[in-house]
């Protein structure tokens, strides 16, 4: 079965770096649109960042310039790389996968999702 593994996450101070990484099984990979959303406490969850099974990269303009996605097609895993972290950004973080490759802002489109890694920043 299709298996989406989240690591990275922890308790870091306001302005340090995280990079998570989300490791994908039971899928073709290289055929799926990836992405990250993030959902804080008693908030809905959100996008965060996406990637095509081309490249092509989107991210919400709230961390635009901060965040990076990445993806390595011979490890089956995509990456986000989180720098400048803000209180803001605390959230649990999930790895999603799309079929067709398009990477899209829009969860509905995701129908593999992992269990979600816990990001805190303190101030």
């Known amino acids: 079965q299709v298996q989406l593994v989240e690591s990275g996450g922890g308790l870091v101070q306001a302005g340090d770096s995280v990079r998570l990484s989300c490791a994908a099984s039971?899928?073709?990979?290289?055929?799926?649109?990836m992405a990250w959303f993030r959902q804080a406490p008693g908030k809905e969850r959100e996008f965060v960042s996406t990637?095509?099974?081309?490249?092509?990269?989107l991210s919400a303009d709230s961390v635009k310039g901060r965040f990076t996605i990445s993806r390595d097609n011979a490890k089956n895993t995509v990456y986000l790389q989180m720098n400048t972290l803000k209180p803001a950004d605390t959230a649990v973080y999930y790895c999603a996968a799309a079929p067709g490759g398009y990477g899209t802002p829009m969860s509905h489109n995701y129908n593999y999702w992992g269990r979600g890694t816990q990001v805190t920043v303190s101030s």
């Open positions: 990637i095509s099974r081309s490249g092509m990269t």
């Open positions: 039971g899928l073709t990979f290289n055929t799926y649109g």
